[in-house]
């Protein structure tokens, strides 16, 4: 996206363009990449990953949780608070283990909330994100719900935001308490590390 004459567009306008060729996306190229992703998500090894449900046009799907767990990972799942604040947190057992939430449309798990530090036990965590860009800056439907969360983070664990091949972008607008993304993972490269390429 560009901006007009010298003014680099803000968040507002790139969530506004995102979305939109989010909605152009086909129901067969979604399925695809689904079935891309699920299958580069193989390739990483984590005893604890945090991810979601993907919603709306989001990229992602259950099959990717699912391989997590056949690989022994045990997967959490973010259930949304009452009140704005850092996302809570419950265990993925299964699609049978899955309600409905605060959200229409929105499938979070049924089972113990474990609270936001529960996001501190996990070496991989998987971010939904309308774009991230070379340097790790994430762009998110902003309403701040991973904002409040990702402090709980290990330090070491990885953080890996989930995007299509054309929203990993090379520059995003970015504020100082931004947490920056260890990696990107897409439909056609698989897992791409950041800061892209990488510093000399």
């Not at 390739?43 to 979601?52: G, K, L, M, R």
């Not at 799907?61 to 419950?90: C, F, K, N």
């Not at 605060?102 to 501190?120: H, I």
Request: negative net charge.
């Amino acid at each position: 996206m560009h901006g007009c004459g010298n003014e680099r567009p803000g968040k507002a306008e790139w969530r506004k363009w995102l979305t939109a060729r989010r909605a152009e996306v086909s129901v067969q190229q979604r399925v695809s990449e689904a079935s891309a992703l699920a299958t580069a998500v193989a390739e990483i090894t984590a005893e604890v990953a945090c991810c979601y449900l993907p919603f709306g046009t989001e990229p992602g799907s259950l099959a990717l949780l699912d391989m997590l767990r056949e690989r022994g990972t045990r997967v959490l799942l973010p259930v949304v608070p009452r009140e704005p604040g850092p996302l809570d947190w419950a265990e993925y057992t299964g699609t049978s283990s899955l309600v409905n939430g605060r959200f229409r449309g929105l499938l979070e798990p049924s089972g113990t909330r474990l609270g936001p530090a529960a996001l501190g036990t996990a070496s991989l965590v998987l971010v939904p994100a309308l774009a991230v860009d070379h340097s790790g800056v994430r762009l998110g439907r902003g309403a701040g719900y991973y904002d409040r969360s990702l402090g709980f983070a290990a330090p070491e664990a990885q953080l890996v935001a989930v995007v299509r091949d054309a929203e990993l972008v090379e520059q995003l607008p970015a504020e100082e308490h931004d947490i920056r993304m260890a990696a990107a993972l897409t439909p056609g490269r698989g897992i791409v590390r950041l800061p892209y390429p990488d510093p000399v």
